[in-house]
């Protein structure tokens, strides 16, 4: 099955063409085809992502990256060697049987939207593609809606049915494009810039969620302590290399730089970030008092305290989790998790508690479409796919 995907829920634009096999136990993926734009430009000015403008660039992005993902589609696979001049005959009847009204109505609000679609889809033959996907939530809704009412868009032009995703289902399929998670239970840890959660998994499509954030989510309070270091957005990386820094020259943290461990002791599953943001806030406020800054050596000293205190937590939670859930495989997606120390620290606990752990790869770890089609290729067993359904985006969409 060929499956079409669209993100955009957050300030990443992305299309992605899978070859997807296998039954739900053990299936196999072939990216096809890939594109994607990434709005961290645009929105490092604001500090983080600015919901308008990335409506805006979504809208203003979309064709064009479904134009490079056709086209890489169409070279890669061999019985999509068509084009409107080879093929007009098929290209004809396609165009005949589009109710130009009706998506007229989809992209209401995005004319401009609607009049380059118009054009792309008169210009461009049909793709050999089963299934559309597009992520419904969760997110910043306005971005939602522009891919939503795009793919609406398409399904109704090409006649191909559509399936609504879960961002949060696509993290976790994010694993499945090298891997084959075979043992059940499996516990995953979604650590991004708007989730912090753990979800038991007794088998695929089964959701339940255990824990979470009760106030920032982890990346969240990696760019809020970005900010306060004078770091550019996303913070996650420029802290991350400041405590790297600090960990390889082996310093030692002075006590008053002691940041708190917020819920490494609550008996349930859940994580609390924005005290030690606020501990952070405290603690620069007052390091900052002789000079008015902070000095090189501050700066990392509370990077690495910072990153050394959320690992702990994320440890202490999962470990508490896997031995109560019976757990046998982790899943571990997004964004945060390209943070090497993170990774490291979570293979501790895999191999000590002697459970297999699971990550994607680099570019699948922040949000791409890729994982939208693997989680989407998941959810279409035993369901209904239909042409056009209504959707509706959901920017706190909870897996469970
Ligand atoms: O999953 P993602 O791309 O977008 C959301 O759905 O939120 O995650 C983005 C988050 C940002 O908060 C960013 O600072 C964080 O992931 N991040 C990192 C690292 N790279 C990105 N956090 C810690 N260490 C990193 N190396
Ligand atoms: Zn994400």
Known sequence: MKILAIETSCDETALAILDATGDIESPKFTVLASALNSQIEIHKEYGGVFPAMAKRAHAENIVPLLETCLSEFISESSSNKQDPES??????????????????????????????????????????????????????????????????????????????????????????????VAVFPVLALLISGGHTELIHIPEWKSYTKIGQTVDDAIGEAYDKVARLLDLSY?????????????????????????????????????????????????????????????????????????????????????????????????????????????RS????????????????????????????AMAAYLQQFDTDVVVNPTIKAEGNLSLD
């Open 345 to 372: 620290e979570l293979q501790k606990v895999a191999a000590q508690e002697d459970v297999a752990i699971y990550f994607p790869n680099k570019e699948l770890s922040t949000d791409n479409a890729v994982m939208i």
């Open 87 to 180: 093929n007009p005959g098929r290209q004809n009847d396609v165009l005949e049987k589009i109710n130009w009204d009706e998506i007229k109505t989809i992209l209401d609000r995005e004319p401009e939207l609607f009049a380059k679609l118009e054009t792309f889809i008169k210009n461009n033959p049909k793709p050999d593609v089963d299934l559309l996907a597009v992520t419904s939530g969760p997110g910043l809704e306005p971005a939602l809606w522009v891919g939503i009412n795009f793919a609406r868009a398409l399904s109704v032009a090409w006649s191909i049915p559509l399936l609504p995703i879960n961002h949060m289902e696509g993290h976790i399929a994010s694993v499945l494009l090298e891997q084959n």
């Open 234 to 342: 996303p913070g996650g990386p420029e802290i991350s290399k400041l405590a790297n820094n600090a960990r390889e020259a082996k310093i030692t943290i002075p006590d008053e730089i002691a940041l708190p461990r917020p819920m490494l002791h609550s008996k349930d599953f859940n994580f609390s970030f924005s005290g030690i943001k606020t501990a952070a806030l405290y603690l620069v406020q007052r390091l900052k008092e002789p000079t008015g800054e902070l000095s090189a050596a501050q700066k990392e000293a509370i990077a690495l305290e910072f990153e050394t205190a959320v690992t702990e937590v994320l440890c202490k939670k999962l470990t508490k989790a896997i031995i109560e859930y019976g757990t046998n495989s982790i899943i571990v997606g997004g964004g945060v998790i390209a943070n090497t120390y993170i």
